[in-house]
């Protein structure tokens, strides 16, 4: 008898084991995105996110990324420019359609979530409605990067 119980908490124990090791197995990443910069912009975080992903799919595992956007990197998750300082920079002028069907790749195919720092937007006197729809304001740039970390998001910086 006491060999059978023993034998079950064992059989237990590892089915919990194994059961939290399936739900804490996916990698989480949380991009830190303050660039302004559009080709740090492709290279860090389009490129970096589509590779990534692409790895992880080949090890047959989850990939979950997260980007909160604040500093200057506004200007890039923007539908409408008009009465904005961003209106008037070429590089995001030229590059908007490119970016915005990169953007929407990244949502649509690779399940990223977008996360707009709302103080910085009351700060920088934007609206919601000027932003692509799949962008989530959250309080503040600093709570959106601490609710992901406690979620188990890595922590990638992406500036300059």
């Known amino acids: 008898m006491k060999k059978t119980v023993s034998l079950l908490i064992t059989i237990i124990m590892s089915t919990s084991i194994l059961s939290a090791n399936n739900e804490t197995g996916v990698k989480k990443a949380l991009y830190d995105l303050t660039t302004g910069n559009i080709k740090v912009l492709?290279?860090?975080?389009?490129?970096?996110?589509?590779?990534?992903?692409?790895y992880y799919k080949s090890k047959k595992e989850q990939f979950k990324v997260r980007v909160v956007v604040h500093g200057d990197a506004y200007k890039f998750f923007m539908k409408d420019l008009n009465n904005t300082a961003y209106a008037f920079q070429p590089a995001v002028v030229n590059n908007k359609k490119?970016?915005?069907k990169a953007l929407n790749e990244l949502v649509n195919?690779?399940?990223?979530e977008f996360w707009v720092c709302g103080a910085g937007m009351k700060h920088h006197h934007l609206k919601k409605e000027a932003f692509y729809p799949f962008i989530t304001v959250v309080h503040n740039a600093m709570t959106g990067l601490i609710d992901a970390q406690n979620d188990g998001y890595a922590y990638v910086p992406i500036a300059k």
């Open 109 to 112: 195919l690779y399940h990223v």
């Open 42 to 54: 492709k290279k860090k975080l389009i490129h970096n996110i589509i590779s990534n992903t692409e």
């Open 98 to 100: 490119t970016l915005k």
